[in-house]
């Protein structure tokens, strides 16, 4: 069974501030996707990564960076110099992947963290 | 590119109404399309998975006949909630991927309200 852990429900901090958000996520298959998503109050999700598992190269896209570590089963998101338009749910989720038919593929979701960026 | 257009963005409708919701994929061929349900400030929560030209498949729990899944072209899926309830209000939204392992990409999704 697969689980996707966001042990942060909100955080709050001041623009320009860093923030890292935390996921967490237990599975048995050695190989699987990780995924960022972003959703604004809005509601739609936007995709930010994907990371596969054999893949540790943490990742940097602007402001945005991403640490991948196997050995601890997590997959964090940094936000540098937060601006308030970062403000969303930020949702963690894990994809198994079977093979290049790639089997069902659901998507596990984590609870989200809701991210406050204050002026 | 891969966007995901669905609509209605939102329904108020009396309860027991049939409401159709489209998602569809403007700029590639979704082979599979995902259905959620998501109630507020929760995460989202699959409710069915559909593959075109056959049968969804159902997350456990979920009312295959209360809600309705078509995915007859490679580019539109379809989800019905029938004899809507006032329970059945939620916000519901479909994703498409354009084959197996590709990232899921997500509409805007739909906002329903039973009365």
């Known amino acids: 069974a697969q689980k996707v852990t966001q042990a942060q429900t909100e955080i709050s901090v001041v623009e320009k501030e860093d923030v890292t958000l935390d996921c967490v996520y237990e599975?048995?298959?050695?190989?699987?996707?990780l995924f960022w998503y972003k959703q604004p109050p809005s509601g739609e999700l936007v995709f930010l990564i994907r990371r596969n598992s054999f893949d540790e190269q943490n990742e940097i896209s602007g402001r945005y960076s991403w640490n991948f570590q196997k050995s601890t089963s997590s997959f964090n998101f940094t936000i540098t110099a937060s601006q308030v338009v970062d403000s969303a749910v930020y949702f963690c989720?894990?994809?198994?992947?079977?093979?290049?038919?790639?089997?069902?593929?659901?998507?596990?979701f984590g609870t989200g963290t809701q991210l406050k960026v204050e002026l | 590119g891969a966007v995901v257009s669905q609509h209605p963005s939102w329904v108020i409708c009396k309860s027991g109404t049939s409401v159709k919701i489209e998602c569809r994929s403007l700029?590639?061929?979704?082979?599979?399309m995902f259905w959620y349900r998501q109630f507020p400030k929760q995460s989202l929560m699959l409710m069915a998975t559909?593959?075109?030209?056959?049968?969804?498949?159902?997350e456990q729990g979920v009312e295959k006949d209360k809600f309705l899944i078509n995915h007859a072209s490679l580019t539109l899926s379809t989800l019905t909630v029938t004899s809507a309830h006032p329970e059945d209000s939620s916000f519901y939204i479909c994703?498409?991927?354009?084959?197996?392992?590709?990232?899921?990409?997500f509409g805007d999704g739909t906002r329903l309200s039973i009365l």
């Open positions: 700029d590639f061929q979704a082979t599979t």
């Open positions: 599975t048995r298959d050695t190989t699987y996707y």
């Open positions: 989720a894990l994809s198994e992947a079977r093979g290049l038919t790639g089997g069902g593929n659901k998507l596990t």
């Open positions: 559909s593959n075109e030209g056959s049968k969804a498949t159902y």
């Open positions: 994703s498409a991927r354009s084959g197996a392992n590709q990232p899921q990409h």
